[in-house]
């Protein structure tokens, strides 16, 4: 008898097909409540961290790989579907010429401030208003390398869910929390307990090197073209810079995060 | 009577803009020694610099703008061309829905090894296999805020002149000097002079903190899922690494090679 959580699909139209290719964009995102992440690596760094795909699609004629194999019966176990395709199918899914051969679907988390752990971490990332997708995953790497507890998202940055910021993070998606609000709910937030907002600044600035941080340290890095508002950095209670000795004035978003946070890495007492 | 060096152009099969169209193509870049940039901002940046485009395609209908008109008598005034056309050509042009209003077509540089003047900095960036454009730029960019002479390409490297890497450069492609070599050129040149080849690593390397750096000291990262090859890491006079505290055992290659750079130039002897 057939497994019904395992199905074969043959057609283009078929009602999966779209559904799964639907989730490349934000609005049905939204509306489903899941994500897609692609690649062996990355599915198996989120079952790795407990995190197993509702369904997972695979090219039919694969090689096989202990690491899918392993996939594949995680989510049998926790009840999932596999589902099984070719190649052609796979690529319109992914939208990519050369896919992967593997992809899976998440339920989006709850990513409200109300759900974070502040004890979790001394370094945690704040990002407002970033719009690049890239720079969000590159963030989520980066806070994971520093063994940041997450990355919190003010005002309308980029979505953490997208394809591309969930490649980008290379599977720090599934390590770090992440937290979405309005600048008027996290100043609150982060008032109501111990907090140090450290700005990546270039009004009226210490030196970043050795600047007095203290744990817990939000890491708080402005928008890619605008940098953040005057506002946000005066609510902030250090403002730090990093020397600029070229024509630019800035560093890209990513990259002042982390040369940030490997500073603050470097200089608070350890967490461990 | 009209100006030669001015033209309006409206059918979009003018060869001009076949031209232009095609510089987003590495191939035809190469054929023809050209390459794109785009927005008022970076053109200036250019012009700044000393780099002014041989050809400047702007909209009929824009709204004046000092800056523009100072790029525009730069062009005129060393020769070269100014072309008006509409905004859906200009659009076609920058395959961009909402085109900044502005774009150039520059020279390629020279970059060759022997063309880098070593004395200028006492940092610089080195890349091996770096695919990614955004990457690309990006370290051009973090190149620039250190005050690194420039970003030396090792192997096969993303096209440091297509738009994206362009884009993310910020203008720094005009600051920076570029060099592009296969490693079988690159290290009997650095070994020509002093300089020390600082490997980002994983294997047998001393923490990135407080490294022996020493000056004119070459940052090497390598590609973005690769890493750098052994032969490369045993080749370099140091191998650092950084805390990884996460899941991941890796950076993103520019941010890598920012967190590098920033440490090596606090803890360098002063370049100025």
Known sequence: MPDPRRRQIT???????????????KKHRKAAGKFLAEGLRLLTD???????????????????HPLLAALEAAVLDSGGEVIETSTDILSKITGKDN???????????????AALDRSRSNIWLVAQALRDPGNLGTMLRTGDAVGAGGLILIDDCADPFGVEAVRASMGAVFTQAIAQARWEEFLPWLRAETGQLVAASLRD???Y???PYAAPCFILVGNESQGLPEEYELASDLRVTMPMRGRADS????????VLAYEVLATLPATD
């Open 46 to 64: 989120a079952r790795e961290c407990g995190r197993v795909p509702e369904m997972l699609v695979m090219a039919e004629k694969r090689d096989p």
């Open 209 to 211: 090197r050795g600047a």
């Open 205 to 207: 600035a210490v030196p």
């Open 251 to 258: 560093l890209n978003a990513a990259v002042a995060a982390a």
């Open 11 to 25: 057609g283009f139209s078929n009602p999966t097909v779209k559904y799964l290719r639907s989730l490349r964009e």
């Open 99 to 113: 896919p992967q051969a593997v992809a899976g679907v998440f339920a989006e988390f709850d990513t409200s401030l």
